[in-house]
């Protein structure tokens, strides 16, 4: 699939330019990795969203921990 990407502010286009080069890349090929960088975070983003009220879950489920205050300064202090 083609895009054509308009209006990118100078300093955008310049700073894109610039990591292009210094990673041996295409312009194009920069654009798509970090395109497929962000796809990656933007899916991990809604695989944890999904995640977090099984999580909720086992958190309530669990019995309340004791304070580790009293046992920290005994093993600090042996």
């Known amino acids: 699939m083609n895009i054509t990407l ?5 300093k955008i286009h310049a700073e894109m330019k ?12 920069q654009i798509l990795m970090l395109m497929e960088h962000e796809a990656g975070v933007q ?4 695989k944890l969203r999904k995640l977090l009220p099984r999580l909720d879950q086992f958190v309530a489920s669990m019995d309340p921990m ?3 205050t009293a ?3 005994a093993h600090r202090d042996a």
């Open 6 to 10: 308009k209006n990118v502010p100078d």
């Open 71 to 73: 046992m920290i300064r």
């Open 43 to 46: 899916a991990r983003r809604r």
């Open 66 to 68: 004791e304070d580790s």
């Open 18 to 29: 610039k990591l292009a080069a210094k990673e041996g890349r295409s312009m194009n090929a």
